[in-house]
Nanobody
Framework: QVQLAESGGGSVQAGGSLRLSCEAS??????TGWFRQAPGKEREGVAI???????YSSEPVKGRFTITQDSAKNTVYLQMDNLKPEDTAMYYCAATDDGILRPRAMRPQDFDYWGQGIQVYVSS
């Protein structure tokens, strides 16, 4: 029944901004988040957000990326500012209704539902 749909990716020059959106069908999950994977690298957590709580973000994006949620629209956003070439990756929206024991680890295996991914390319 669940489906996550990402939008807002594309190409941008270093120092620019993008905002990714992830719309979930029919509900707001206990946890939502963003992960990314570059070619030849493992999937890594970017930022995750508990329902009604405060976000966690990874060190490489801290201070540059912000995750927010609009519960009425069942949508989670990732505002990406001051983008760097090393941010180039496929970005995935993820969600789960389960609890997460170690949320700071931002483990992909803690998430049950995934979007198809959206490409972000940062030039320079």
């Amino acid at each position: 029944q669940v489906q996550l749909a990402e939008s807002g990716g594309g190409s941008v020059q270093a120092g620019g901004s993008l905002r990714l959106s992830c719309e979930a069908s029919g509900k707001t999950y206990r946890w939502t988040g963003w992960f990314r994977q570059a070619p030849g690298k493992e999937r890594e957590g970017v930022a995750i957000l508990p329902r009604g709580g405060s976000p966690y973000s990874s060190e490489p994006v801290k201070g540059r990326f912000t995750i927010t949620q609009d519960s009425a629209k069942n949508t989670v956003y990732l505002q990406m500012d001051n983008l760097k070439p090393e941010d180039t990756a496929m970005y995935y929206c993820a969600a789960t209704d389960d609890g997460i024991l170690r949320p700071r680890a931002m483990r992909p295996q803690d998430f049950d539902y995934w979007g198809q991914g959206i490409q972000v390319y940062v030039s320079s």
